[in-house]
T-cell receptor, first 114, second 115 residues
Framework: DVKVTQSSRYLVKRTGEKVFLECVQDMDHENMFWYRQDPGLGLRLIYFSYDVKMKEKGDIPEGYSVSREKKERFSLILESASTNQTSMYLC?????????????FGNGTRLTVT | AQKITQTQPGMFVQEKEAVTLDCTYDTSDPSYGLFWYKQPSSGEMIFLIYQGSYDQQNATEGRYSLNFQKARKSANLVISASQLGDSAMYFCAMRELSGTYKYIFGTGTRLKVLA
């Protein structure tokens, strides 16, 4: 079974802090994704990566950056956390082999910025 | 631009009855995949079912089936014989298969199964 592990389940940070959310997958997947989930808005794509050191902006990249130095690890960085970044963050991975490859998700990190 | 629309924020269904969760999509790519996910209150995202745009038959997985109407751009999830454990958020998602790895999601439908 694919395992996607997010380093923290809950995180509380102060406004202006630099925040790192870490995600590791163990299935050698090329593609990795960061989403945020907010009530009534569903899942919105922040960034994704289809290879090491490659990244592409999703639909809401403002205020975020990412890093993928190794294939199994994809980090989301909030350069200066703000209260409107309080949300549930979901990491996912997929194989590009087939169009039907589903996303495999981590358990999420609930971030609160105060 | 690709888009997924789920118009039912919440639904109720009686235990053992069937329920249909609506999903419409928009894309200009002739090649795409459609996915449904379940998110129980515990928070994990569980993949349920997949339908490819060129698949001739509607996808089925156990009690889940996907009512795929390509001309109407709809991909509704049908859950037969609902169980209390089916109470959850359900998300429809799409991936265009030409030149991008993006998966986009709808806003979800919260299903409550009544005993």
């Amino acid at each position: 079974d694919v395992k996607v592990t997010q380093s923290s389940r809950y995180l509380v940070k102060r406004t202006g802090e630099k925040v790192f959310l870490e995600c590791v997958q163990d299935m050698d997947h090329e593609n990795m994704f960061w989403y945020r989930q907010d009530p009534g808005l569903g899942l919105r794509l922040i960034y994704f990566s289809y290879d090491v050191k490659m990244k592409e902006k999703g639909d809401i990249p403002e205020g975020y950056s990412v890093s993928r130095e190794k294939k199994e690890r994809f980090s989301l960085i909030l350069e200066s956390a703000s209260t409107n970044q309080t949300s549930m963050y979901l990491c996912a991975s997929s194989s590009p082999d087939r169009g039907g490859s589903p996303l495999h998700f981590g358990n999420g990190t609930r971030l609160t910025v105060t | 631009a690709q888009k997924i629309t789920q118009t039912q924020p919440g639904m109720f269904v009686q235990e053992k009855e069937a329920v249909t969760l609506d999903c419409t999509y928009d894309t200009s790519d002739p090649s795409y995949g459609l996915f449904w996910y379940k998110q129980p209150s515990s928070g994990e995202m569980i993949f349920l079912i997949y339908q490819g745009s060129y698949d001739q038959q509607n996808a089925t997985e156990g009690r889940y089936s996907l009512n795929f109407q390509k001309a109407r751009k709809s991909a509704n999830l049908v859950i037969s014989a609902s169980q209390l454990g089916d109470s959850a958020m359900y998300f429809c998602a799409m991936r265009e298969l030409s030149g991008t790895y993006k998966y986009i999601f709808g806003t979800g439908t919260r299903l409550k199964v009544l005993a």
